[in-house]
């Protein structure tokens, strides 16, 4: 084998590994459910209700 491609081998990460994909997961889920906390609030229906009633006018 070639010392470069050993090299590059050795180098080179192409992907995450199962804790990274487990951490990434869990990441998108607790957003997910943070903006669907906020988005479901009341103040926050009521200003985009106004928005797009403002819109449709």
Same mark, same amino acid.
């Given at each position: 084998m070639d010392m470069r491609r050993i090299t590059a081998r050795l180098r080179g990460d192409a992907g995450m590994n199962t804790a990274e994909y487990a951490v990434g997961t @869990? %990441? %998108? &889920? #607790?957003? #997910?459910? @943070? /903006?669907?906390? &906020? @988005? +479901?609030?009341?103040? &926050?229906? +009521? #200003? /985009? +209700?106004a928005v797009i009633d403002r819109a449709l006018q």
């Open positions: @869990l %990441a %998108a &889920v #607790a957003f #997910a459910g @943070l /903006l669907l906390k &906020v @988005l +479901t609030s009341d103040n &926050v229906q +009521t #200003a /985009l +209700t």
